[in-house]
Structure formats: structure tokens, C-alpha cells
């Protein structure tokens, strides 16, 4: 059974000071134990319930879980929310200029010129290989822009 919209995971704000969860119902949900992912045992999810679930008389609406509603949240689940934080405030412009600036070079030059990869190792190869890549990139955009004709004249 999903549980109906006035139930959702998003109506139950997060305390961190109490490191608590609030049902709608106004029960706070304290923390329990952890728990690995099933998939993925290096992430650990901290799981939050209530015994007021026991009394609650929504419970039917909310889940039909004999043990009550559980919340889980991610053990760094805090950072992920600053980050969120940091890129609804003015991550979103940064992201849309360097789409513009920087991300159609770098597909052309992967895509377009083939140069998905590497063919030397070292960071000093690598650097002289990716300047090649770009001298070519440079190129190829000069002349779709002025032409060849202006630009042999402007030499």
C-alpha cells in the first residue's frame, strides 16, 4: 500500500538539533538503529519510528506496516542537503554559463573530433596531446565563423 499524499515521506520534516522526524500527525519519530543498504552495504541508512504508530488512529493512511512507520534517512544525508542548498541558491546560474562556456567545447572535441580518450600516458603527453586537440578545436570553429578566405587575408 502507498501511503495517500497527506502521508508522503516530504510531509515528515527532518529536526536536526533533535535528529528527530515529525509525522503530520505532530509524533516525533526518534532514531532506533542503523542500517546497511541491501544493494550497497558501504551506505548505511539511520532508521526513525514512533510508538505513538501503535495508538495512531491514521495509521490505516499512513502505512500497513505492523511495526508502525519507519523513516530512513542517509547517514550523510546532511551534507547532501547542503549541497542541494548550495546549488538552488546560486548553483543553477553557475551551471547554465558553464553549460554555455564550457561543456560544447569539451563534447565537441570528444564527440565530434574523436578524441574520447587518450593515446599517451603521462601528464606532460597528456597536456601536449589535449593542447593539440584544442589548437584543432580552435581551428575548426575559426573557420566555420569567419571563413577560410577572411582568415588567410588576416594573416
Known amino acids: 500500500m502507498v501511503p495517500e499524499r497527506d502521508y508522503h515521506r516530504s510531509r515528515f520534516p527532518y529536526n536536526p538539533v533533535k535528529d528527530t522526524y515529525t ?3 505532530g509524533n516525533e519519530m526518534h532514531y532506533r538503529f542503523s542500517t546497511p543498504n ?7 541508512y539511520r532508521v526513525y519510528t514512533t510508538d505513538a ?20 534517512r542517509w547517514e550523510h544525508a546532511d551534507v547532501e542537503e547542503q549541497h542541494w542548498k548550495r ?24 564527440r565530434a573530433m574523436n578524441q574520447g580518450y587518450f593515446l599517451l600516458k603521462g601528464l606532460r603527453k597528456v597536456k601536449g596531446e589535449f ?8 581551428m575548426k570553429r575559426a573557420i566555420s565563423i569567419r571563413g577560410v ?7
Do not use: Q
Open 23 to 25: 509525522c503530520p500527525e
Open 38 to 44: 541491501s544493494t550497497r552495504p558501504d551506505i548505511v
Open 131 to 138: 593542447g593539440f586537440s584544442v589548437i584543432a578545436y580552435n
Open 53 to 72: 504508530c501503535f495508538t495512531c488512529v491514521v495509521k490505516n493512511k499512513c502505512t500497513n506496516s505492523v511495526r508502525g512507520r519507519w523513516m530512513e
Open 149 to 155: 578566405r577572411s582568415l588567410v587575408e588576416s594573416l
Open 87 to 110: 546549488m538552488n541558491s546560486k548553483g543553477v546560474e553557475k551551471m547554465v554559463l558553464r553549460k554555455r562556456t564550457v561543456e560544447r567545447p569539451f563534447g565537441t572535441i570528444k
